[in-house]
Antibody
Framework: EVQLVESGGGLVQPGGSLRLSCAAS????????MNWFRQAPGKGLEWVAN????????YYVNSVKGRFTISRDNAKNSLYLQMNSLRADDTAVYYC???????WGQGTLVTVSS | DVVLTQSPLSLPVTLGQPASISCTSS???????????LNWFHQRPGQSPRRLIY???NRDSGVPDRFSGSGSDTDFTLTISRAEAEDVGVYYC?????????FGQGTKLEIK
């Protein structure tokens, strides 16, 4: 059974940092592009970033470029999102996802507020 | 960025009746490899999204055959042949042809 389990969310002040993690199991992690998505409270889905199989290619939505960094550790079957210079409009449930949206985690809530 | 426009945004349907959702793209979604990377997702309240359709018309494993996807280039449609109670929630189209990948605004389906 495919499982993606996000962790690392929480309450952070504007300008602060958080690192999200996603632990994958039940599929060959190293064979799949992986994504981060987010959903602000009561809003629609937004793609945030993705990374290719070996971590050599990374893409971001414009609003997080220069602030967020996606990475992966295939030996640990794990995906990460380092989030710096957080703003109130980054408040959302963050989901990790794989295989062009076939796999989704349950999400982790990030709240940016003073 | 590619803009995906869904319609309607709210869709009341009667049990057992058909329903369809349109997704129109600001750019052709045909990639240089000849494939069209347009997916459809369903999200029930309080749950993670679930992919229903990939590459316009391919149904994912376990998705009921009452769901179908069609379209090409810039115009796409998700059709439910006979709506059931479990189909309530929000439906999103998403394009993966270009970076940044983008979603439509979502269509909320409710049972009348």
């Amino acid at each position: 059974e495919v499982q993606l389990v996000e962790s690392g969310g929480g309450l952070v002040q504007p300008g602060g940092s958080l690192r999200l993690s996603c632990a994958a199991s039940g599929f060959t992690f190293s064979s799949h592009w992986m994504n981060w998505f987010r959903q602000a409270p009561g809003k629609g889905l937004e793609w945030v970033a993705n990374i290719n199989r070996d971590g050599g290619e990374k893409y971001y939505v414009n609003s997080v470029k220069g602030r967020f960094t996606i990475s992966r550790d295939n030996a640990k079957n794990s995906l990460y999102l380092q989030m710096n210079s957080l703003r109130a409009d980054d408040t959302a449930v963050y989901y990790c996802g794989g295989s062009r949206g076939l796999f989704w985690g349950q999400g982790t809530l990030v709240t940016v507020s003073s | 960025d590619v803009v995906l426009t869904q319609s309607p945004l709210s869709l009341p349907v009667t049990l057992g009746q058909p329903a369809s959702i349109s997704c129109t793209s600001s750019h052709s979604l045909v990639q240089s490899d000849g494939n069209t990377y347009l997916n459809w997702f369903h999200q029930r309240p309080g749950q993670s999204p679930r992919r229903l359709i990939y590459e316009v018309s391919n149904r994912d494993s376990g998705v009921p055959d009452r769901f179908s996807g069609s379209g090409s280039d810039t115009d796409f449609t998700l059709t439910i042949s006979r709506a059931e109670a479990e189909d309530v929630g929000v439906y999103y189209c998403m394009q993966l042809t270009y970076w940044p990948h983008t979603f439509g605004q979502g269509t909320k389906l409710e049972i009348k």
